[in-house]
């Protein structure tokens, strides 16, 4: 993962932007993935943990109405999540997770059930995972995920040259 961190780095400092997260079901791994890589003070600007669904609506800004229509564990709930965090932080990226890791289903979905948000200029999306294995090996592979589809989004943006 070590090579993945430092291509979403290099690909965020070559732009000029910054990314944020906001974190359900990974509980901060994401944040620590990202400060793991030298320099990233360059491209990280922070995080926020909002295990409770109350504070996805406080600190977050997602709609009451997304999580009695469509759940926290939704792409609605994703989305809504990467685009707070970004108007939170002033960063150029929200990035999100949310999901069930298990033991037990939350919302009617079983564990392993993950949506990944991404916000940016003119961009907010969701990806959906089906994972599998156990707690930590879900929010493990959450993370993972998650900066793959973000790398993905930040190659798709990037201008070609002259």
Do not use: N, W
């Not at 929200?94 to 890791?101: D, E, K």
């Amino acid at each position: 993962m070590t090579d993945l961190l430092k291509r979403v780095h290099l690909l965020l400092r070559a732009g000029g932007s910054t990314v944020s997260t906001a974190e359900s079901l990974t509980g901060g791994r994401l944040a620590v993935a990202l400060t793991d890589t030298p320099g990233a003070s360059e491209t990280y600007l922070g995080g926020v943990v909002t295990y409770a669904t109350e504070l996805k609506a406080s600190l977050l800004e997602v709609d009451q109405r997304i999580i009695e229509e469509h759940g926290v564990v939704s792409p609605e709930c994703a989305k809504a999540m990467a685009s707070g965090v970004r108007a939170l932080t002033g960063a150029t990226f929200g990035l999100s997770t949310t999901g069930v890791a298990g033991p037990t289903e939350q919302e009617g979905k079983p564990p392993g059930t993950v949506f990944v948000g991404i916000a940016g200029p003119g961009l907010v999306e969701a990806v959906a995972l089906e994972l599998s294995g156990k707690r930590h090996q879900i929010q493990d592979r959450t993370v993972k995920e998650a900066l793959a589809a973000f790398e993905s989004v930040l190659r798709r943006e990037e201008t070609p040259l002259g």
